[in-house]
């Protein structure tokens, strides 16, 4: 894909506020921030790993609740560093998708007096009206199997062949995809319907097969 290029983000954004639901959403860059700080307490209260080395170049999305932190998302681009599981996508979808392409992991919504399934698509949503602001199109995310269903939802697809073991968390996981196309159905349709540079999924799903997958 020839990209007119991503746009230089900014640091700190507040990207959504919703009063009558006490919802807010901020985004930031790297680990020097509140932003980030707030997505450490979220990733805390899950268990496991709670800081990594792509966080210093990585997008950072936190959720509040009344103030408090219930969501948080993380995000990179492989023009700012590696993405997470870097290995596991086709090395031709990498290349040629490098200028418009964004990795989102570590995305976690907890209880809350709100809807988890209005604060899961409200975070979802905000994180690509966000990013199609700077200039990306496709969306890879590496998933625990047993959640493929939900993501397929949401509007990512499969990509077929990706399964592997996480090398850090140990689990079934496969990779999934979401691009930029108003003529799927997702949860962000009608955000990529206001773009002029769409990207229809099924030009990705060609690209992912036209190399092997290199599976870890």
Not at 9 to 19: G, M, N, V
Not at 144 to 154: E, G, P, V
Not at 199 to 208: A, G, K, Q, R, Y
Request: net charge negative.
């Amino acid at each position: 894909m020839q990209s007119s290029g991503m746009a230089v983000a900014d640091s700190y954004r507040f990207l959504f506020e919703d009063e009558s639901l006490g919802l807010t959403i901020s985004r930031d860059i790297g680990t020097d921030n509140q932003v980030h700080e707030q997505v450490m307490q979220v990733r805390r209260e899950g268990g496991g790993e709670s800081s990594f080395a792509f966080d210093s170049y990585s997008f950072h999305y936190s959720m509040l609740y009344d103030g408090q932190p219930i969501g948080a998302m993380t995000a990179m681009r492989p023009i700012d560093g590696e993405v997470d599981c870097a290995e596991v996508y086709s090395p031709h979808l990498m290349t040629r998708y490098h200028d418009c392409l964004v990795s989102t992991c570590k995305f976690r919504i907890n209880r809350s007096g709100c809807s988890s399934m209005r604060t899961l698509r409200t975070m979802v949503r905000e994180f690509w009206r966000d990013q199609v602001h700077i200039g990306s199109r496709l969306n890879l995310i590496n998933a625990d199997k047993k959640l493929t269903s939900f993501y397929q939802r949401i509007g990512y697809e499969v990509i077929e062949g990706s399964d592997f073991i996480h090398p850090v968390l140990g689990t079934d996981s496969i990779a999934m995809m979401m691009s930029a196309d108003p003529n799927r159905r997702s949860f962000c349709s009608d955000i990529f319907a206001n773009l002029d540079d769409i990207l229809p999924m099924e030009e990705v799903v060609t690209s992912c097969y036209e190399s092997p997958m290199m599976l870890s």
